[in-house]
């Protein structure tokens, strides 16, 4: 059973400072999917990393792919209160297995 | 384009009621969905469907039915709904039958089960 690990759980900081959220397992992924949920509302995907050593940047997230496609993270610099959502990671192997989730609150 | 479009947002049943959570689509996508979303337990796959007439299990289906009768809707029902089916439940699509493709979510319907 292919299983993703997400921590922390749960992240409250101020406006301006810098976080990252990890996603990992013991599996091997194909490629791996972020996606944000903000309350009351469905997953929205933010970007797909399928190379192993993959970085790709989305204004300021950061988003990495480790070297054996078993874990990610997400760095955020300078958090904005309109970051504050769940964070969610999917990994793709024989079938799309989601994450727990983050949830980060950004406080002004 | 309305994209996933989901109802009723809200909804409360009694043990042993049954009811239908709708899931309408306008992309014309192959691959829809149902998860269910429970704190600290992530997205689990109910029921998919990869076209109009074939649908299969995902990895909690039991207690919930599903039908693929349109390219466009996805209907889920409960026969007998139980307290522990209080939960989020999203429908999601996809272009293609391609685990790799982005998933489209509705807004999801909250459903209690007292």
């Known amino acids: 059973t292919q299983l993703l690990e997400q921590s922390p759980q749960f992240l409250s900081i101020q406006e301006g400072e810098n976080l990252t959220v990890y996603c990992n397992s013991s599996s091997v992924f194909s490629s791996l999917q972020w996606y944000r949920q903000e309350p009351g509302e469905g997953p929205v995907l933010l970007v797909t990393v399928v190379t192993g050593g993959e970085v790709k940047k989305l204004k300021r997230l950061t988003f990495q792919f480790g070297d054996a496609r078993k874990d990610s993270s997400l760095h955020i610099t300078a958090a904005q209160p309109g970051d504050t959502g769940l964070y969610l990671c999917?990994?793709?192997?024989?079938?799309?297995?989601f994450g727990a989730g983050t949830i980060l609150r950004v406080k002004s | 384009n309305a994209g996933v479009t989901q109802t009723p947002k809200f909804q409360v049943l009694k043990t042993g009621q049954s009811m239908t959570l709708q899931c309408a689509q306008d992309?014309?996508?192959?691959?829809m969905s149902w998860y269910r979303q429970d704190p600290g337990m992530g997205l689990r796959l109910i029921h998919y469907?990869?076209?109009?007439?074939?649908?299969d299990q995902g990895e909690v289906p039991n207690g919930y039915n599903v039908s693929r009768s349109t390219t466009e809707d996805f209907p889920l029902r409960l026969l007998s709904a139980a307290p522990s089916q209080t939960s989020v439940y999203f429908c999601?699509?996809?272009?293609?039958?391609?685990?790799?493709?982005?998933?489209?979510f509705g807004n999801g319907t909250r459903l209690t089960v007292t």
């Open positions: 999917a990994g793709a192997g024989n079938k799309l297995v």
């Open positions: 992309m014309n996508h192959e691959y």
């Open positions: 469907s990869v076209g109009a007439g074939i649908t």
């Open positions: 999601a699509s996809r272009p293609d039958r391609g685990i790799y493709s982005p998933l489209h």
